[in-house]
Structure formats: C-alpha cells, structure tokens
C-alpha cells in the first residue's frame, strides 16, 4: 500500500544511547507523539506519551512518562525470582513503517527469546519463547508475570473488552476508575489504563500458550505507594518445559493517543 506511512503518522525514527536502566545499550523508537526506549528485555523500559489536545486554543502538549520504572518479566523457580542476564538485544529490521529487535536473555538454565516489533503506529507486537538451554533437560517454572508499572497519576482509569479465549468465567468488561482495592479477573481482549488524554493498553488474540489454573485471576491491578501494577500471570504454577516445545506467548501494547483529533 502506498504511501508506506500515512499521515498524520510519520516514518518511525530509532537511535541508540547508553542505558539508564543498567549495563545494556538502550534503543529509542520514536513515532507520532510517542517514545518506546527497550533496554535488554523484549517490553519497554520506559515509555512516553503526548496528551492530545482538545483544541488548537490549548498550549502544545509536552510529552509524559507513563511508566515507574521498567516493565519486568519475572520469572520464579526454586521459591524465589531469578534475574535475567542479557546475551543480545539487536535490530533485525528497519523500514520507515516499523523496526524488528531480538533478543535474548539467561536465567536459571533457561533462554527467554525475545522478537519484538514496533510498527509507525505505535503497535508493538512481542513474541515470547521460553525454553531450557540443555537439550535433554526440561526446564522447572512455577511463576512467570508480565510486570506493568505504572506512575500513579497516569493510573486514573481503567477499561477492558471481552473476555479472550481461555481459561476463566465469562464477566463483563469493566470501565471506570481503577480500583483502590486490589482487582482480579480473567484475561481481556484488551486492557487500557491511563487518564482521559494519555495511556496505555495491553491486547492480545487468546490466551495460547499459558499454563495458567487460575483462570479468574489470571490478570491482577494492585495500587502500592509509588505505582500501580498490572500484572499479568504467564505461568501461575508449577511446569515443566522441553527444548521441543517451549513455552510461546504472543501480546502487544500500545499508548494513546495514536494520532492526534482532525480539525473541526
């Protein structure tokens, strides 16, 4: 399809810088009114959003950092969380409408790799592979939580779509404030948390490939002093995996606004 990026989007601009976060080199993807920095591990470590504006008599808008620290993948085994150690993070492919990175990072015996693709916009698509380093030894994982923290002023409103295949109740969505006290439920289409001009939602097609027993709680949003976490449970008890047939997940995220309001 032609033009490759349509307006009001604008070709996707990636650069490299040292990380803030620890020893890795950080990879900045830039697109309309957003900024995705990725520091070893396939989900962002930073993230920042425009709020859009209502009309041209507002003050340009300067952008805002929508999360409190870096977005985690932990991973349990042994009664405790094991950290990860970086082996690559690289760009793979890049073109004015996207970028491609992989990655990969050790723990335990076990290889999480990582193909992370950001699209102009602002899309990201992450593609999770979990699987023992030895061939002939499967590898233990009692827990394994995509980890989102948000700052507490961004975490005003929550929504979600319908219930996606899986284990779990059926429930209706949920639209309003979020919750002052800890909210468990089922595993959504989508789920947006943010305020009424900026934020961020979490989506995927199904639930395949998570080993998950506790269906009704499969997703938990839980307010702390500092921050507010979604926490999505990969995982939520005891599996084994095999080198031939490692644990996939396939989810994405994207902060709003996409594209700012057409005149008039």
Known sequence: LKPEVPEPWTPIKVSSEQSAVNSQ?????????????????????????????????????????LLAGPMEIKLFTGGKEIAWECKQFK????????????????AAGMVLKGKTTVEFDGMVRVDLQLAPQAQDTPAEVERLDLVIPFRPEIAELMSTYRKAPGPGKVIDRYLGKVP?????????????????????????DSMKGWRVKKGDEAVEVTRHKDRVLETFHLVDHLVKIKADAPLAITFGLIATPTKPLRKG
């Open 25 to 65: 080199k950080a990879e900045i993807v830039e697109v309309l009114g957003r900024k995705y920095v990725f520091s070893g591990l396939p989900v962002p470590a930073q993230m920042e959003s425009t709020p859009i504006r209502l009309s041209e008599a507002e003050p340009e808008k300067k952008s805002q950092a």
């Open 91 to 106: 760009k793979t492919k890049e073109s004015p409408s996207s970028v491609v990175f992989e990655s990969e990072n050790s």
């Open 180 to 204: 002052a006290e800890p909210w468990k439920n089922p595993v959504f289409y989508a789920q947006f948390i943010g305020t009424g001009k900026i934020g961020l939602e979490w989506f995927c």
